[in-house]
């Protein structure tokens, strides 16, 4: 609930404090029972709060660890819509959990990081040896190390391309495993290099919710035609899309462009429902590309 230690620390927007007090107390005044003052005074404190530009929200793993973050209340923020975590980021972090195989001791490339929900739940789940987010926006970088940071994990300085083979693990207080290396970068797709590409070295690359706009999914396909031609003397890495099927149209779109530039897809059957949703279960689709 809202008055659990960890949102104390981290507190949700104060309009869904609200409106989870008030149903509580609806619920609670249905049973006629005696009246509990401490939820009077909660919802009393929340209403006299001004409702701020950002919030935090606490997502708990399966494992007991739990990913909390900063978040925008606004959908649109910044002129970015980067600043708030979106359906398909959840759903591509569950079938992570699910397969852990996947990114165990792999060095893993995110795309469109935005605030760093997926990135930061396969970092405490999936044992990666490196984990590179990435995103182009300022602002949504910022927020992005600010999140990682709050999590426990040091992301390296600035400007590092080139990855180590050997792991280097930093120990987080209060847990005794190694956490996989952490490195934030800048990365824009359409002038980023085949050499910078390769110097990343991914095993894994995956995206969530970068499949909305048609000069978008370009830029991708082209992003990706330089991965693969970046390691056309090593093994390709394996690439998971997942996105939010808003328009189909738009999702044909993309498929015919993988079609166009040869990069064989096929779709990963999810679950129907989602953990970390429980109101609403998009039509989110995970695809596997094969460069």
Known sequence: TILHPLCVKYPPSAKYRRCFL???IKKHESTAAE??????DALADVLKEEESTHCYKNYLLPTGDCVSLSESTALISGGTTGLVTWEAALQLAQW???NPGVFRDRTILELGSGIGFTGIAICKTCQPRTFIFSDCHPRVLRQLGENIRLNGFI????GTWSIPTESQGQEV???NCQNPKVIVAELDWGSVTEEQLLGLRADVVIAADVVYD???????IGMLQKLSASRADTKAPEVFIAFTIRNPATYQLFQAQLDKAGIRWQMIPAHSSCHFLYDVQPDVTILQLFM
């Open 214 to 220: 048609p000069e978008i999914i370009l830029a991708l």
């Open 96 to 98: 992570a959990l699910e």
């Open 35 to 40: 009246p509990l003052d401490e939820l009077y």
């Open 173 to 175: 207080e209060g847990e």
């Open 155 to 158: 992301p390296e300085p600035d």
């Open 22 to 24: 008030t149903e509580l």
